[in-house]
């Protein structure tokens, strides 16, 4: 199966490196600021502060967050669903930008592009270390909604995670939950443990998980139930 338009992205903007970088006094960090950043993220569909956005980056640059592993995908799926809210400020916030390492510069340029931004192939061209034919086939392609994406692959599945943290919509939990019943190998088990643990940490994943449960195939509902009660057990709360 042909890798989609999103990974192809993500697959060539995102290979971040190690970087030890001056911050410029726009984005001074306080001394909890890493666990504030998380936070901001992991609850930004709950309470959305784009103005904070720009401060945030700085922060997990510096602390390595691009680098880790899932990351890079997921987080092209969070900036790209926040860009696609705020297409007014993407010109300031990639101005603010360029005090960043290259590669995370392409990796915030890759989330314009699928966010569907106009100006997406400029931040592209402007990002540096960019191969010239293989961005060339990137803005070629065609492009549709995030949210409307199949999970092929743990990368995709990030993509989706990252774009449902931006935004607590329900198709990126419905793509993961489809993705329950792939026969491609781990991706079923990957969902499985993905949402279980998700729905955990998130009332909103296991609101969704236990709308859908009745809607989804035999095969699937089993698997979703068990990782409910998974959810449940971390929780001491009933599934149902």
Known sequence: ??????????ALFVAAAQSSHALPPLVAIESDSEYRTLS?????????????????VYVLSRMGFFEQEGQPA??????????ARNPDKLDAWFSD?????????????????????????????????IDAKRLEEVVSANRTLLADSPVLSPASMNLHWGAF??????????????????KTPGIAESA?????LNASQHPRVLEICRAELERQPNAVRELLRAALDEAALANKQPTS
């Open 97 to 129: 930008f360029r005090g960043l390492p290259s590669a995370h510069r392409r990796l915030l340029a890759a989330a314009a592009w699928v966010a569907g931004s106009p100006r997406a192939e400029a931040y592209l061209r402007q990002a540096p270390g």
């Open 74 to 83: 997921q987080s092209i799926g969070f900036f790209a669903a926040v860009f």
């Open 192 to 196: 499985r443990v993905s949402l279980a």
């Open 1 to 10: 199966m042909k890798p989609t338009p999103f990974l192809v992205c993500a």
């Open 165 to 182: 943290l931006a935004t607590g919509d329900a198709r990126h939990i419905q793509q993961i939950l489809t993705a329950v019943g792939s």
């Open 40 to 56: 901001w993220m992991d609850n930004y569909y709950a309470q959305p502060q784009p103005e904070l956005l720009v401060k945030r």
